[in-house]
């Protein structure tokens, strides 16, 4: 919150220290009265922030009075949306829309004003409606009010956006009865309410035992039982924010080609062939699209057959291997619209440790010993997929990434002395010199905090 209050007041200081829209404004507002505006506008941010919304609206308005900045507009929409006021927020985020900026405006205020089309658009397809028909209209001059409001005449049959919550209907004509109907409207509802008017009793006299016809039934036609009033809904429409922090997950299966083979011109890989990984990265999103993070991953990979080994030995040992890999590494990557589907772009640069673990069985010794040969090295990697947002926080992303690079250390850890090439597992003497390549089918998930 410290970060944002800080933007808040740096907008502020720039439009009221060097003007970045009206020419208007600039000259007609004193130091003082800027001075006073960014005192006003500050302690209403705290008060919206703590759920003040009608405290925040005040001063907000009196911030904009002394001076104009599509910022404050954007707020003062904001406290109206809470307090159920959902029309004139509407007309308060078109006001900051339509605010002229100079082209040197601070970013602030050009998010400001994208932030109020987006939140306006989002508001208005929750807006309720309210059409009130009248019959019979022929010969008759109609008044009619919403909650004291007068409308035209020519606005009977329209649907006028209103306010949530209980709206008060007023109906008259010359020579007919007055009707009042209360009609409660809730969040995206469109009504329509039917009167029928009903003509005046006439005052004439009426001869002692003539029989009188009592006057129709006034009727109205609501769509449905008033429903018990409840409190309207604050808008809460999301918004991106230039900077976030995304959390993600990914698992897929991987195919790895090349790298260290085994010696006497068998041509067998150690690695190689299909397999799985599961990785966790975080990242910085900045400038919205952009994304630095880190990852780290992990899965399992083909090792070599055992009979291939075994050749190597003496018929009274054997063989089990199992093989794995682990990567860690920085991502720069590309989200064209964090927003909607949209293509991502990456490019990495990290270290992989694949790991071939051989277990060494001599029947004679009755003994077994647990070799771990660990082959690392730089690699690189390039990736492409689809983001696709779920919600407002969460998005996922099928994607496919290249990796290449070299594994050109080796270091070996063991129960016993790790045996030379001629004694154990011989390597091909350019070993430290293949290179590997490896392609990816990754499916993530990732959620994002905005700050």
Known sequence: MRHLRARLLTAFLLVTSVGTFSPRARAEATEAEKRTARDLFLEAYKGQQAGR???????????????????????????????GKWVEAAESYRSAESMPLAENASSAFRDAQANAATERATLEARTPTLTVEVAPR????????????????????????????????????????????????????RRTVRIALVAQASLSVTPPGAHVEPPPRQETLPDAPAPVPTKPEPASPGKLTSTGLLLGIRGGGMYLNGGPSLARGTGDGLFGGFGGIVAGEIGLRFAKVVVISAYLDGGGLRA?????????????????????TLGFGFMLSLIANPQRPAF????????????????????????????????????????????????????????????????????????????????????????????????????AGFYTLNF
């Open 138 to 189: 022929e010969g008759a001059t109609v008044t009619w009010s919403i909650d004291g409001e007068a409308f035209k005449t020519g606005l009977l049959g329209t649907a006028i956006k209103m306010n949530p919550g209980s709206r008060r209907i007023q109906v008259s004509a010359q020579g007919y009865e007055p009707v009042e109907q209360t009609v409660v409207l809730k969040d995206r509802e």
């Open 304 to 324: 070599p057959e055992a009979g291939a080994l075994e050749a190597f030995a003496n018929q009274n040992v054997s063989f089990t291997t199992t093989a794995k």
């Open 53 to 83: 919304y009608a405290e925040a609206l005040e001063k907000f308005e009196k911030s904009l009075s002394l001076f104009q900045a599509p910022t404050t507009l954007y707020r003062i929409a904001q406290c109206q949306a809470a307090l």
């Open 344 to 443: 991502y772009f990456e490019l990495g640069a990290g270290s992989r440790r694949n790991t071939l673990t051989v277990s060494r069985f001599d029947s004679d010794a009755g003994a077994q010993t647990d070799f771990n040969y660990q082959f690392t090295g730089p690699e690189g990697t390039i990736g492409a997929g689809a983001w696709i947002p779920v919600g407002r926080s969460f998005a996922v992303l099928p994607k496919l990434s290249f990796s290449a690079g070299v594994l050109n250390q080796l270091e070996c850890t063991s129960t016993a002395a790790c045996p030379t090439d001629e004694d154990f597992i011989p390597l091909g003497d350019v070993w430290h010199k293949s290179p590997h390549t490896t392609v990816m089918l990754n499916f």
